[in-house]
């Protein structure tokens, strides 16, 4: 979705919002052409078309995703939905809220403005936090070690730099100022989001086999620590299956 944090198409976090879910700027670039994966089970019908084997409306309790890999096994309270559960993207977000909880597996930095990969940059957490805290318009807090879910790595909050205010890339005309962070490509995640003047974002880089799992943490403008107060508790719930 260019979620902004680009179109988060939450060019956030996506090409495609969940239909559940309140329409997205930020998420609307990055998540687009997905294609939906056949259910022979009696789960429920995914709201999004571009969702893979996502739940819609959850009922509070814990669920194992189908399709993402690793598996992840988390728990909800009510009101949120699941958006997605690709092979490379998982979604949740309160419904009718735009902000979101985005995990991504084998995230890039991007090449530029352009909607792929850095050919220079490899996905290992190490590189993926140097180009973060290097990047002119960008500016990266000091990576925090973390573990979460059964995996370590580190923790990052972005914004734009200061004095950077309409500077960075534009799409269709209409938005700009925007810098991408993150973008799929080289492996099973399809997204390409940006940050925009005033946004602020936590993300967690998780090292896993030769590559990641990235954990965006969207806003989408918004207050960053209060909704990492409310999701907390969801965070601390992942469980990322060991294979």
């Known amino acids: 979705m260019l979620v902004i944090a680009l179109f988060a198409i939450p060019l956030t976090g ?18 687009a052409g997905r294609a ?18 996502c739940l819609g409306p959850l009922e ?23 958006g997605e559960d690709l092979p490379g993207n998982f979604l949740l977000q309160l419904e009718g ?8 597996r084998d995230a890039n930095v991007p090449d530029g403005c352009a909607e792929h990969p850095d ?3 490899s996905q290992s957490v190490s590189d993926y936090t140097r180009w973060l805290r290097r990047h002119p318009l960008l500016r990266a807090t000091k990576p925090i070690p973390v573990s979460l879910g059964g995996l370590h790595g580190v923790a990052i909050d972005i914004s734009k730099a200061p004095g950077t205010e309409g500077e960075g890339c534009t799409y269709e005309e209409t938005i700009t100022g925007a810098v991408p962070f993150i973008v799929g490509g080289r ?18 880089l998780l090292r896993y086999k030769r590559g990641n799992v990235a954990i965006e ?27």
């Open 187 to 204: 492996g099973p995640a399809s997204l390409h989001h940006v940050i925009m003047d005033g946004w602020k974002e936590r993300l967690y």
């Open 14 to 31: 996506c090409g495609s919002d969940a239909a559940a879910a309140a329409p997205s700027l930020a998420r609307a670039v990055a998540d």
């Open 60 to 82: 509070p309790g814990t669920y194992t995703t189908v399709t993402f890999s690793p598996a992840i096994t988390y728990t909800v309270p009510a009101g949120w939905t699941n």
């Open 36 to 53: 939906q994966t056949g259910d022979a089970d009696p789960r429920p019908v995914c709201p999004n078309p571009h969702g893979g084997q």
């Open 217 to 243: 943490v969207g806003p989408e403008g918004a207050s960053l620590p209060e909704y990492l107060k409310e999701i907390r508790p969801i965070l601390r719930s992942l469980r990322f299956a060991k294979d």
């Open 119 to 121: 050919p220079d940059v």
């Open 97 to 104: 809220d735009s902000r979101y909880l985005g995990i991504y």
